[in-house]
Every structure is written in structure tokens, then in C-alpha cells.
């Protein structure tokens, strides 16, 4: 009969051997489980309370859609690795640490995603799959690096070097946003001012002149009808705005519509140089931390594929699973690319010759995101001139428009 001051633990450990262990034990508490199993031999992974637990029992479709009405922030994720992987140092187990964690997040989605976590790890599933049953949270590459590091118990280590390339990934993605802010927000800016002229000051010069019976010069003409057109006319633009607005939304969704916006990241000058150096970065920084925590090739690649995500850049992954599995260089898949800069492409050849291929990557990964860096300025160095003559060109248009009434307002008046 147990002891009602007892509880019954689940526990993860692994023997000396390296084999995992799962089972539960009844015990004062975790020391004392802890203790009896360190008695037996075993090196313990996590030990959770199996009896009520700290933390409600969530259902795991209702977590779902609730997670769904907001994205968690991929920093979040960052975070929560940081915060794991300090804990688990210090030696606090697995559960206890989720559940600090869990407490002490304020964002009520990931707060619920993590309790569903610790569940799962206190019901002895690996942490790695506890995380896999959320592949919107956390990505895959994380994934497979927590499943690589837990056959060699190296999961607090794995978690600091998970925290590292996710903050890296987010660097990157806020440097391309942010190249894209600024284009964006002259060119909307400039668009408001331009509508603004046209709708509320043009018309005040044409009832002026309708009073004094006087013709608006032709450039006033035409922005009069412009304006008046979009006025009264939404019931023509506004159908094809909206089925053009459906049609982007729909078109990256298609095989042929993702294949062509793919293609012209691919291709287009501008977006050439960021694109590219923006797969290659992601790519090969992928690869040396996989390959580093020794995940398996076939695996690695796979979790490249799903780091660029482009369907054009997907022909060297396809290339480069034909060459292992025919026992040939990976690296041939990027000497054989158009895609891949040459200087790249030697690079890692010469890192899988010399036996170094993680450390090389991680080389690489470093220079492209140099190259990213520099192409970013480049590019926005280049936008910038272009926006402000195009902008200068728009408001010239309508400052024309606006001022041919006035040196004429005189006369006008005078008739």
C-alpha cells in the first residue's frame, strides 16, 4: 500500500551504456527518486510528478486553435531555448524547468504550448518529440538537433546552440524586413500626399473656376477627371482591385504562381544578390549544426530543403540526395548549380576534402551573411535615389496641376 505522503514519478535516465530507460517510481519525493535511481545505475534525464502534476491537463486541439489566432514570435522560441538550456546546466530537471518556464510567460499561447510540453515530458516522452508535436512553434531544425542530442545526453548544450542559430535566423529575417520597410513606407507616403491633392484640393480650384465660368488648364483637366473618376467610379476599379488582391493571395498558393515569384527572387537583379545570399546562409549554417551534432545526411538535407523554401533553389537538394545516395561529394551539388556563388561552392569542396565540412560551413555561413549584409545596403542605396526621382517626378505632376490655376486665379477673378 502506498504511503499517502508518497508520490509516483515518471522518470527518463539512460544506463551506462547510453540505452534509454523510461518508468515511474513511488517515492517522498524527486530527491528521493532521484537517489534510488542514481543507486541502480542510471544517469537521469528528467523525473515529473505522474500523480496530479503542477500544471492543468490541456487538450491539444483547443491549444491548437487558440495558438492559431496568434503567431507566436519567433523570438519566443529563442528565449525559451536560452532559459532551458541555463536551467538544465544548473542542473534542474526537464519538468521543473518547463514549468518554471510555463509561469512565467506572459504570452497565454506559448504559456499553453509548453504546459502541453511538460505533460508530454512528464509522461515520458522525449523532449524532442514533445517539441515535434508543435511544428508551427518550433521548427524543424530545432527538432532534429534536441532528437540528435539526446542519444549522446548533451541537451542542455544542443539547446544553448539552438538558442544561438535561431537568433542568428531572426537577425536575418529582421535585416530583409527592414529593407523592405523603408521602399515601403515613402512609396505609401507618397501616395497618401498625391491622394490628398487630388481629392480634397483640385476640386476647391474647379468650383472657382466654375463660378467665374473659366476652363482649368489640361493638366488640372486630367487630374479632375482622375479624382472624380476614383470618386465615382468604385464601382469599376474596386472589382478589379479586389480580384487582383485575391489573385496575389492566391497565386503564391499555386504550383505555377510559386514557381514564377521563386524564379524572379532568383532572378531579378535586385533581388538576386539578397535572395541568394540569404539561402546559402541559411543552407550552410543549417548544415554545420546539424552535421556538427552528428544528425544524419539525408535528414540534413531535408532540413535545408525546408529552410529556404524555394522551389528553384530545391534543384540542388534533389542533386545533392542523388549524390549520397550514389556515394559521390555533396559538394558537387553546388559546383554544379548556377545558383550557388563559385567561391562558395569551393569552399565547402574543399571542407569535405580536408574533413572539416561543419566547421567550413559555419565559415560560410559567416561570409554569406556578410555578402547579405552588404547586398541589403546595396540595394537600398540604390532604391532610395530611384524612389526619390520617381516621388519627385509624382509630386511635380500634381504640384504643376495645383499652381497652373493659381497664376491664372487672377485673371479669372478679374473677368
Known amino acids: 500500500m502506498v504511503n499517502h505522503s508518497e508520490s ?33 545505475g542510471l544517469f537521469i534525464t528528467s523525473i515529473g510528478s505522474e500523480a496530479t502534476g503542477t500544471l492543468p491537463q490541456l487538450d491539444a486541439d483547443q491549444i491548437r486553435s487558440q495558438q492559431g489566432l496568434r503567431r507566436i514570435k519567433r523570438a519566443d522560441v529563442v528565449s525559451f531555448a536560452q532559459q532551458l538550456s541555463v536551467m538544465l546546466e544548473t542542473g534542474v530537471p526537464l519538468p521543473e524547468g518547463l514549468e518554471a518556464i510555463a509561469r512565467q510567460t506572459r ?32 521548427p524543424g531544425v530545432m527538432v532534429s538537433l534536441l532528437r540528435a542530442a539526446e542519444l549522446s545526453g548533451t541537451t542542455a548544450l544542443m539547446l544553448a546552440r539552438v538558442s544561438d542559430y535561431l ?55 486630367v487630374l479632375m477627371s482622375i479624382g472624380t473618376f476614383a470618386a465615382e467610379g468604385w464601382m469599376y476599379y474596386v472589382p478589379v482591385l479586389v480580384a487582383m488582391t485575391v489573385g496575389l493571395l ?19 537583379p535586385v533581388l538576386r544578390s539578397i535572395h541568394v545570399n540569404l539561402y546559402v546562409t541559411r543552407s550552410t549554417r543549417t548544415m554545420s549544426t546539424l552535421l556538427a551534432a552528428g544528425v544524419n545526411l539525408m535528414d540534413v538535407i531535408h532540413a535545408c530543403r525546408s529552410v529556404t523554401r524555394n ?14 545516395r550514389d556515394g559521390r561529394r555533396l559538394s558537387l551539388a553546388f559546383e554544379d548549380s548556377h545558383i550557388v556563388p563559385a567561391n562558395v561552392a569551393s569552399m565547402v569542396a574543399a571542407g569535405e ?15 554569406s551573411e556578410e555578402e547579405l549584409d552588404l547586398a541589403i545596403r546595396k540595394s537600398t542605396t540604390m532604391l532610395e535615389p530611384l524612389l526619390i526621382i520617381f ?19 487672377s485673371s479669372v477673378i478679374a473677368g
Open 353 to 367: 576534402r580536408s574533413g572539416r565540412l561543419p566547421e567550413v560551413m559555419d565559415r560560410v555561413a559567416e561570409y
Open 107 to 138: 504570452r497565454r499561447e506559448f504559456r499553453e504550448v509548453i504546459q502541453s510540453v511538460h505533460e508530454d515530458v512528464c509522461g515520458g516522452s522525449p523532449l524532442s518529440d514533445a517539441l515535434a508535436r508543435w511544428p508551427k512553434v518550433f
Open 167 to 221: 537568433s542568428k535566423e531572426l537577425k536575418t529575417r529582421r535585416q530583409v524586413r527592414g529593407a523592405l520597410l523603408y521602399p515601403s513606407f515613402m512609396l505609401g507616403s507618397g501616395l497618401l500626399v498625391v491622394v490628398f491633392l487630388v481629392t480634397f484640393i483640385l476640386p476647391r480650384f474647379a468650383k472657382i473656376y466654375e463660378m467665374r465660368s473659366a476652363s482649368l488648364p489640361t493638366p488640372t483637366k
Open 250 to 268: 492566391v497565386l503564391p498558393r499555386t504550383s505555377p504562381g510559386r514557381r514564377c515569384i521563386d524564379w524572379m527572387k532568383l532572378r531579378l
Open 391 to 409: 516621388m519627385g517626378l509624382l509630386v511635380g505632376v500634381v504640384a504643376i496641376a495645383l499652381l497652373l490655376p493659381i497664376f491664372r486665379m
Open 8 to 40: 509516483t514519478y515518471a522518470y527518463r535516465a539512460r544506463t551506462a551504456s547510453g540505452e534509454a530507460v523510461t518508468g515511474s517510481l513511488v517515492g517522498h519525493d524527486r530527491d528521493d527518486v532521484a537517489e534510488r535511481l542514481r543507486n541502480e
Open 311 to 324: 522551389v528553384i533553389f530545391d534543384r540542388i537538394w534533389t542533386n545533392m540526395e542523388e549524390h549520397v
